[in-house]
Nanobody, 128 residues
Framework: EVQLQASGGGLVQTGGFLRLSCVASEFPYDDYAIGWFRQAPGMEREGVASIRSTDGIPYYGERVKGRFTISSDFAKKTLYLQMNNLRPEDTAVYYC?????????????????????WGRGTLVTVSS
């Protein structure tokens, strides 16, 4: 089974930055999507960004566009999320997830049910 390990979370002040990493044990599909989601207390899990292995084109949620950058080193099976200009509303547990590329991008990259494998998450706290 695919294992995903996210790291890099922590406490940062408003306007600060963090870089998250996610290492995968394997990628089970030739065409896969790997993305970041986040979940704040009492809220639904929200799509943050995603990228497809076949073309490397990034997709972003409206709330993070222009501040966050998703990137990947597929050879190292590692996904990154550079988060700049952080805001208190970015506080959440951040998860990485993997799904079949065709399904994820056919239906919706930000719909959590399109992803098959999930990591445990890393907590990001932004203080005001």
């Amino acid at each position: 089974e695919v294992q995903l390990q996210a790291s890099g979370g922590g406490l940062v002040q408003t306007g600060g930055f963090l870089r998250l990493s996610c290492v995968a044990s394997e990628f089970p599909y030739d065409d896969y999507a790997i993305g970041w989601f986040r979940q704040a207390p009492g809220m639904e899990r929200e799509g943050v960004a995603s990228i497809r292995s076949t073309d490397g084109i990034p997709y972003y949620g409206e709330r993070v566009k222009g501040r966050f950058t998703i990137s990947s080193d597929f050879a190292k099976k590692t996904l990154y999320l550079q988060m700049n200009n952080l805001r208190p509303e970015d506080t959440a547990v951040y998860y990485c997830a993997v799904g079949r590329g065709e399904r994820v991008f056919k239906y919706s990259w930000y719909f959590k049910y399109n992803y098959d494998f999930w990591g445990r998450g890393t907590l990001v706290t932004v203080s005001s």
